[in-house]
């Protein structure tokens, strides 16, 4: 639960006690042992948490036992600097009292009252906040990076398997700009492939693309097709997935191939039977185009598909390319 700063601003007419300015600063007394006590149990529920919320959580709770409130929240900027509530216990009801905590937000109570001692042991808070909060953008940052780390390699891998068939055949033809200009048209397409997905999804014609595959593939094999309806991935990304599946089904033997596409109020999804080998002999099956098939099922993820590859009871291999319809 999520709820945006502009929630806050009937703050500063319903709460009396807020320390919002030099002249409501109270000069409090030498703190004694259980002022100690209680600065020691806050940091000690922040320092030790296994994240920064759950730290903040425990810290409420405690707030909320000194004050007596009802509810406690805790409020922290979010990227865009707008104070958003991050984590909340008990129950958000009564007078509102503000609690800033420095840099790293401020708790709002519900309830109860003002304890001196929390305004003397909250400033303890702050850079212990500030620095988990540094050491999770940290973390989050590093798995980012590693993430599209593997994904440069995954390009990389894919530009390497799928462009060594088209080179070869340019360097023993007698015209090599076919072959070339088929590694051009390649690289086009697994640069689509490579991009991140778009906002709103792009639909291609499986038809078209289907069309241009079948004269790449120049091989003796029958291929059917009801595709009328479209899949919601870019045309190159398309293009390389099926090129893979056709190429591995002719690699396998197939003498028949039917391609399906079919879009229903809950999913699109894309099918390419065969009646080869089948994934009994799945080395046989994985050696047509060079793209290797977990390769193809990161392109599609990438869109949020799903391929999987199943045995049909017949003989020969159905592989599934599905996508869930968005809400």
């Known amino acids: 639960m999520r709820r945006s700063s502009n929630e806050l601003a009937p703050l500063a007419e319903s709460e009396p006690d807020v320390l919002s300015s ?3 600063v109270i000069e409090f007394p030498v703190r004694h042992d259980h002022d100690a006590r209680l600065e020691h149990d806050l940091v000690v529920a922040l320092a030790t948490a296994d994240d920064l919320a759950s730290g903040m959580v425990g810290v409420a709770d405690r707030i909320r036992g000194t004050a007596g409130a009802d509810g406690v929240e805790w409020w ?15 129950t958000p009801s009564g007078p509102r009292h503000s609690l800033p905590i420095g840099s790293s937000g401020l708790f ?17 808070l702050t850079p212990i906040a500030r620095r988990r909060a540094a050491e999770e953008r940290l973390a989050r940052t590093t798995v980012q990076l590693a993430q599209r780390n593997e994904a440069l390699e995954d390009f990389a891998a894919l ?43 792009t639909f291609s ?34 293009r390389v997935i099926l090129r893979n599946l056709l190429s591995n089904a002719v690699a396998a033997g197939a003498r028949h191939v039917h391609v399906t596409a079919v879009r229903s109020s809950r999913s699109s999804c894309l099918l390419v039977e065969d009646d080869g080998a089948g994934l009994a002999e799945n080395d046989r099956y994985a050696a047509g ?6 390769l193809c099922g990161r392109i599609a993820a ?22 869930a319809e968005a809400a």
């Open 22 to 24: 030099v002249s409501n």
């Open 76 to 90: 922290a900027k979010g990227d865009d600097g707008v104070l958003e509530l991050v984590a909340a216990t008990g």
């Open 108 to 124: 709002v109570l519900h309830g109860g009252s003002l304890d001196p001692r929390l305004q003397s042991a909250l400033p303890s």
């Open 159 to 201: 530009v390497a398997h799928e462009l060594k068939t088209p080179l070869q055949a340019a360097l023993v033809a007698d015209d090599p700009s076919a072959p070339v200009e088929d590694a051009l048209d390649l690289v086009d397409a697994l640069l689509e492939a490579a991009r991140k997905e778009p906002a709103e999804p």
């Open 205 to 238: 014609s499986v038809t078209t693309c289907l069309d241009q595959l079948v004269e790449d593939l120049r091989a003796e094999v029958e291929i059917t097709a009801d595709t009328e309806t479209t899949m919601p991935l870019p045309p190159g990304p398309l």
């Open 289 to 294: 185009s060079g793209l290797g098939l977990s």
């Open 302 to 323: 990438r869109f949020g598909g799903v391929l999987e590859l199943d045995a049909r009871p017949s003989g020969g291999t159905r592989a599934t390319l599905e996508f």
